[in-house]
């Protein structure tokens, strides 16, 4: 699920409350029947509820990327074999076994972000929260992230919560909630909302949105439902079939 909206318009916030980060200030946050509010849930949840962070230095505390990953864990009180298990299949997940034994602050961007999504998966949560997570990347970096994401989503069956203001990143999403001023304006599938996008919601849609829709204007009958590029290929191919 993507959560979209402009600067100030209640994202991270949003994100803060749903681990307990912050407590809401009316009404209530419930995470799988728990209330944030009530101290004695707030440990169950942010082990079920992981949050990754805009800047991972912000959040990476140890010197040595596995002792990083196990540091939850650890917290814990697991047995150590169950800490070793779940810091190894971390580091298979993100693809960084060969880095295990060096200092993540060594590390590029897209590295760093790849340990702090380990370190949240070694808690096995059912859901991972990140905000912001690639808008200090490069293009390929951020495309390597948003890969591992759509991967957790798919094999782990992971939830997964982006926070964004790059439509370009949440194209993938199942779904998009636009916040305006802390409120819900929109919750609808990625097409609906990039469709509307530069109209009434103030986002930029996607480059590949933009394509699909100048080409509607110039007579291809195109799919509405188009938000990436394998949609687009999908939806060509297919008006090619119609006409030979």
């Known amino acids: 699920m993507g959560i979209a909206g402009k600067n100030g318009s209640g994202k991270t916030t949003l994100a803060r409350l749903l681990n307990g980060l912050l407590l809401p200030s009316a009404g209530s946050v419930m995470v ?40 939850g864990p650890e917290n814990l009180n697991l047995p150590l074999r169950e800490i070793e298990i779940r810091v190894e299949e971390a580091l298979q997940i993100v693809g960084l076994e060969e880095l295990r034994h060096k200092s993540p602050h060594m590390l590029s ?35 390597g992230i948003l890969d591992y994401l759509r991967e957790l989503n798919n094999r782990q069956g992971i939830t997964i919560i982006l926070i964004s203001h790059n439509m ?21 599938p ?4 990039f469709n509307q996008a530069g109209q009434t919601l103030d986002l ?11 080409l509607r204007k110039r007579g291809c009958l195109l799919d509405e439902r188009i938000s990436t590029l394998e949609q687009m290929e999908n939806s060509i191919c297919r008006l090619l079939k119609s006409t030979t």
Do not use: Y
């Open 32 to 71: 799988n029947g728990m209330d944030t509010r009530q101290r004695r849930h707030i440990r169950e949840i942010r082990r079920q509820v992981a949050m990754v962070f805009q800047n991972p230095d912000n959040q990476l505390v140890s010197p040595v990327i596995e002792e990083e990953i196990a540091f």
């Open 109 to 143: 961007g897209g590295q760093k972000q790849r340990v702090a999504i380990a370190a949240a998966l070694a808690m096995r949560p059912a859901c991972l929260v990140l905000d912001e997570p690639t808008s200090m990347l490069d293009q390929t970096c951020r495309q």
């Open 168 to 188: 370009e990143d949440l194209a993938g999403a199942g779904r998009i909630i636009v916040l305006q001023e802390g409120s819900i304006v929109r919750d609808a």
């Open 190 to 193: 990625p097409w609906e909302i």
């Open 204 to 214: 930029k849609p996607p480059n590949i949105v933009r394509l699909a829709q100048m």
